[in-house]
């Protein structure tokens, strides 16, 4: 597993909100309203979420079956909607659902 690292321009200049492709890259075909649960593989400190057509998806770190939202939740435990690029240090698994059928990638780094 790679480690993330900003991409650079053919000048050495940063690019916003550039990375490198991972290269251990998941894809998780989701059913609606059907939670998943993925072990984070060893050595992953970074998460890069995507999802196909748009899709809304939730996702909460943890070994658990989590739900799509459908009144509020203000105990701090919902799932976050439509995370990007987040840690991931120390975490063993990460749960997601999604309202719709969709595709989530999910790529891991170092």
Not at 22 to 38: E, G, H, M, R
Not at 58 to 84: H, R, T, W
């Amino acid at each position: 597993m790679i480690r993330v690292a900003q991409a650079l321009d053919s000048f050495s200049n940063p690019l916003i909100g550039g990375i490198q492709q991972s290269d251990t890259i998941y894809a998780i075909a989701l059913a609606a309203n059907t939670s998943q649960q993925i072990q984070i593989p060893t050595g992953a400190n970074a998460v890069n979420f995507s999802v196909s057509g748009g899709t809304d998806f939730y996702m909460k770190f943890a070994n658990a079956v989590i739900a799509v939202p459908s009144s509020n939740v203000v105990d701090g435990s919902a799932p976050e909607l439509n995370p990007q690029f987040r840690s991931c240090a120390g975490k063993t698994y990460v749960s997601l659902i999604s309202a719709a059928n969709c595709v989530v990638t999910i790529a891991f780094y170092a």
